[in-house]
């Protein structure tokens, strides 16, 4: 199914500016680019297209109230500086299954200081020598990198939940634990 179509289908009669969340996996985009998704769409926190043939974010319109972004399985090689300036408040990015191949792909996102949780897992980047370690110097703002903290951690449903929802972490108490700020 055409991108256009999907989101079409996907607006179920409400007007874009009413939609948060849209999921357009596995439909088609015209010559690796995002389609038929406009500044309209101005209160979408939740965007996913997986496996959709994109080979660049260049067209995505300016989504500020954009959290979640999910990306992978694509072709995307790199030109991620436009989402510093499309997606501002970004804290979950996921490039999983990209073409990223190496640490400058993604220097532009140290400009995003609100995420925290990027994938980049089954990217030719996290073959790299201390790949985790130069990602985590990279981007300091990041507490996940490929599910994992820097002291490898896995992350908890509830942890992906909160920062969905624009939660951020605050101090650790004396047993580790970190406590939520809203």
């Not at 499309?86 to 990209?98: A, E, I, M, R, S």
């Not at 993604?106 to 990027?118: M, V």
Request: with cysteine; hydrophobic share 30%; proline share 3%.
């Amino acid at each position: 199914m055409e991108m256009k179509k999907r989101i079409h289908l996907e607006l179920r009669n409400r007007t874009p500016s009413d939609v948060k969340e849209l999921v357009l996996d596995n439909c088609c985009s015209n010559d690796g680019k995002l389609e038929g998704l406009t500044d309209e769409f101005e209160e979408l926190v939740f965007l996913s297209t997986m496996r959709v043939g994109l080979t660049t974010v260049a067209n995505l319109p300016k989504l500020k109230k954009l959290k979640k972004l999910e990306l992978s399985y694509n072709k995307i090689s790199g030109g991620l500086e436009v989402l510093v300036e499309k997606c501002p408040n970004l804290t979950h990015l996921n490039l999983g299954g990209n073409r990223i191949k190496d640490l400058s792909t993604i220097e532009p996102l140290k400009e995003l200081g609100t995420l925290r949780s990027l994938e980049l897992y089954t990217c030719e980047v996290t073959n790299l020598s201390e790949y985790r370690d130069n990602v985590f110097k990279l981007l300091p703002q990041l507490i996940y990198l490929d599910g994992y903290d820097k002291d490898d951690k896995e992350t908890s449903d509830s942890d992906t939940k909160l920062y969905a929802e624009g939660w951020e972490y605050g101090d650790e108490d004396e047993d580790g634990v970190r406590t939520c700020i809203c």
